[in-house]
């Protein structure tokens, strides 16, 4: 597919599988394009040309009911409902698409956030808590309904590097549990070399994905200046 | 020169086509809404109620009590040139309940929920709330706009009730002072009122309520991804809306008096 906006075209002629329950990454340095294939992953954007599967279905408007059930979203800003406290949240998608009963719906809720470790926090407002704590909320309003998929837009971004290694550490524990596939954009080397199975890199100059396979072999063996030096800045940094 | 004409012209085309994907998007929700009731967020309209109709009463009484003493007394400098000033109970009644009122209402309903209204909704679409929705399958236009616009549009009749009482009571105030016995005044206003005339004030009141809200939640939808973005919203749903009502009520204006209502 090409990605891009409307009149702007990004990416060229990218095309990747990401496989059921597998940890793959988006990576790429920034303004590369990496968000915006996510968006056209997510349903936000249609693709420029080309065609996108998502769980077996093309985005369309007969469709979209069906995939967002499919899938889950964890936005950069955790994007947390500022007028609902974290079990309100949480509970939002059980309340609109499930027939639960109320008391059935805040039981599952509450697990959920048990689940990413914010069982005490259920009746805090978003504005109440951290940056690490809003995602760790957003990944239970993402698993809300028990997604195939889970997307995750820059899970490490703006945390402490403890913080960020818990939240690798949430996502391959909710892997291992729940047998959900990542598809998670990110620049963060400590993160992609713990948590990745593969990975897809971008690179803004040659409008296109360069490299795909698993980041560690990537960093072994490409010969591509772009990827090596991805890396190895990593090595220096990371 | 014809370089940023064809822009201007272009984005014009886009904010267009915008504002009918909105319009639309709108109605089928308002429609759907009709069919399935319970899919209508009562609590959050509720909550817009209580902003827009509760917390903005104060103010509107007192703009209301304001404009009725300020007409009172304008007029009847003049009309008591002429032994007339008794009459300035029936042009506060007939200037309150067929235009001002329900137009100086909206004009603060523009102000204070218009932009806040633009704001809420920008502030959640720079936070990514509208594309959390969005993904989640649930309309931002059945989740967000639609309990705001309900709100605005009943919220505006009973503030328009409450400026128009306000202002009554401001021209009997000041009628009082100059003389004419409070009898006198409730007798001419009571005289030059109408049920008609209170039925079309109040549903100008629920359009000009109805246009609030769109345009506020239009705005708000529109916010750009700026540092500015949020307070550019909010200013152009404040004066997106006072055009709105005013054009509006020019209209409806041209119409009675063609209709000869």
Redesign the interface.
């Known amino acids: 597919m090409d990605a891009g906006y409307p009149g702007t075209v990004i990416l060229k002629d990218v095309c990747f599988e990401v496989k059921r329950g597998e940890v793959f990454i988006l990576l790429g340095g920034s303004g590369c394009g990496k968000s915006t294939i996510m968006k056209h992953m ?3 954007n249609p693709v420029l040309a080309g065609t996108l599967t998502v769980a077996g279905m093309e985005w369309n408007r007969r469709n ?2 069906a995939l ?2 499919k ?1 889950g ?1 964890m ?3 955790g ?4 007028s609902m406290n974290l079990l309100q949240n949480v509970m ?2 059980l309340e ?2 499930t027939r639960l009963k109320r008391r059935e719906r805040e039981e599952k809720a509450r697990e959920l956030l048990a689940r990413v470790d914010l069982a005490d926090a259920a009746a805090k407002m978003p504005s109440e808590i951290s940056g690490g704590m809003k995602k760790r909320a957003a990944i239970a309003r993402a698993m809300a309904l028990d997604p195939e998929i889970l997307f995750l837009d820059e899970p490490s971004a703006g945390l402490d590097p403890i913080t960020s290694s818990a939240l690798d550490d949430l996502i391959l524990k909710l892997k291992e549990e729940q047998h959900m596939t990542f598809v998670v954009v990110t620049h963060e080397l400590p993160s992609i070399f713990k948590i990745a199975d593969r990975a897809a890199m971008f690179d803004k100059a040659r409008h296109g994905m360069i490299a795909l396979g698993d980041p560690r072999e990537l960093k072994a063996s490409s010969k591509d200046p772009f990827v090596l030096n991805f890396f190895n800045r990593g090595e220096i940094h990371g | 020169m014809t370089v940023s004409l064809g822009r201007w012209a272009v984005a014009r085309h886009r904010a267009f086509g915008q504002l009918c994907a909105f319009l639309g998007e709108t109605f089928v929700e308002g429609l759907g809404m009709l069919l399935r009731p319970r899919r209508f967020r009562f609590g959050d309209a509720a909550l817009a109620f209580e902003r827009a109709c509760t917390d903005g009463l104060p103010i509107t009484i007192l703009i209301g009590l304001l404009l009725g003493l300020i007409l009172a007394f304008e007029s009847a400098a003049t009309l008591q040139r002429f032994g007339a000033e008794v009459y300035v109970a029936d042009m506060i009644t007939i200037a309150l309940f067929r235009e001002l009122g329900p137009l100086i209402t909206a004009v603060v309903l523009a102000g204070r929920s218009g932009s806040a209204f633009a704001a809420e909704i920008g502030t959640m679409k720079v936070d990514e709330e509208l594309d959390a929705l969005t993904t989640m399958g649930l309309p931002p236009v059945r989740f967000l706009v639609m309990p705001r616009v309900m709100a605005a549009m009943l919220a505006m009749p009973v503030l328009t009730v409450c400026a128009e009482l306000a202002g009554i009571i401001g021209g009997a105030f000041v009628l009082r002072i100059m003389g004419v016995p409070l009898s006198v005044f409730c007798a001419h206003a009571v005289k030059m009122s109408s049920v008609f005339m209170l039925a079309f004030g109040l549903g100008k009141g629920a359009l000009f309520g109805l246009l609030v809200g769109f345009i506020g939640c239009l705005a708000g939808m529109r916010t750009k991804n700026t540092a500015d973005g949020v307070g550019v919203a909010a200013t152009s749903a404040v004066v997106g809306g006072i055009v709105a009502i005013a054009v509006t009520d020019g209209l409806l204006a041209v119409i009675c008096y063609v209709w000869g209502i």
């Open positions: 997510i349903g936000l979209r009911a967002c059930r899938i979203v936005y950069q800003s994007a947390l409902f500022g939002l998608p609109e698409f």
